[in-house]
């Protein structure tokens, strides 16, 4: 098995063991036969996450406002690796956490992402406004696209609100401006973990320019 043969090329200890014990531990539906034990992940300090380190990108953050589906988290982590972003704010109640599924949908992203676990994450935006970081809020209603933001360089987080209901009132309150991305029909808006997508890339693209 070429997965084994890579542990055991990176010195990982490889074992076999029965179908139901490995069921049993994965502790998800469909562990495809594979389970690795690791450390558990350190949680990164949101203040350090904010700060500005000289001939390092400016923080690029995605902050999660009430999202509870593990396979959006999983899918919104995985999107911000792959767009460069620095860091990830996470609310400890009322929000999903790095669960078995949201690690397997994120594809191996959560090694990459460091993650700020807050106790409120309307006080958590408030931080960042303070350190620097333009809070960028994503409410399909919002009269300002996300296309038109004046976005170069500087420090900046992405809020996404939770299936169904959005943007809270009091993150909405937290943020320097709230934009929407541009419907052409169909359902009233985008799955949020498509809407992450979008503004994540409209951020990679504005830096580059």
Same mark, same amino acid.
């Given at each position: 098995?070429?997965?084994?043969?890579?542990?055991?090329?990176?010195?990982?200890?490889?074992?076999?063991?029965?179908?139901?014990?490995?069921?049993?531990? @994965?502790?998800?539906?469909?562990?495809?036969?594979?389970?690795?034990? @690791?450390?558990?992940?350190?949680?990164?300090?949101?203040?350090?996450?904010?700060?500005?380190?000289?001939? @390092?990108?400016?923080?690029?953050?995605?902050?999660?406002?009430?999202?509870?589906?593990?396979?959006?988290?999983?899918?919104?982590?995985?999107?911000?690796?792959?767009?460069?972003?620095?860091?990830?704010?996470?609310?400890?109640?009322?929000?999903?956490?790095?669960?078995?599924?949201?690690?397997?949908?994120?594809?191996?992203?959560?090694?990459?992402?460091?993650? @700020?676990?807050?106790?409120?994450?309307?006080?958590?935006?408030?931080?960042?406004?303070?350190?620097?970081?333009?809070?960028?809020?994503?409410?399909?209603?919002?009269?300002?696209?996300?296309?038109?933001?004046?976005?170069?360089?500087?420090?900046?987080?992405?809020?996404?609100?939770?299936?169904?209901?959005?943007?809270?009132?009091?993150?909405?309150?937290?943020?320097?401006?709230?934009?929407?991305?541009?419907?052409?029909?169909?359902?009233?808006?985008?799955?949020?973990?498509?809407?992450?997508?979008?503004?994540?890339?409209?951020?990679?693209?504005?830096?580059?320019?």
């Amino acid at each position: 098995m070429e997965i084994a043969d890579l542990g055991r090329d990176q010195g990982v200890p490889v074992r076999t063991v029965a179908r139901a014990r490995l069921d049993a531990a @994965a502790r998800t539906e469909a562990p495809q036969g594979v389970l690795a034990h @690791a450390e558990p992940l350190a949680e990164a300090d949101l203040d350090v996450l904010c700060r500005r380190v000289p001939g @390092a990108p400016a923080p690029f953050l995605l902050a999660f406002d009430g999202i509870t589906d593990p396979h959006n988290l999983g899918a919104l982590i995985r999107t911000a690796a792959c767009a460069g972003a620095t860091g990830a704010v996470l609310s400890r109640h009322r929000s999903a956490y790095v669960t078995p599924t949201v690690a397997k949908v994120a594809a191996g992203a959560i090694e990459h992402v460091p993650l @700020a676990l807050v106790a409120g994450l309307p006080a958590a935006l408030a931080r960042m406004r303070n350190s620097g970081v333009w809070v960028v809020g994503l409410h399909p209603e919002a009269a300002t696209s996300v296309f038109h933001l004046t976005l170069a360089t500087e420090p900046v987080a992405l809020v996404l609100g939770a299936e169904g209901s959005g943007l809270s009132r009091l993150a909405q309150e937290r943020c320097d401006v709230v934009v929407s991305i541009p419907r052409g029909g169909g359902p009233g808006s985008l799955n949020v973990s498509a809407a992450g997508a979008v503004a994540c890339y409209e951020v990679v693209r504005r830096r580059r320019e």
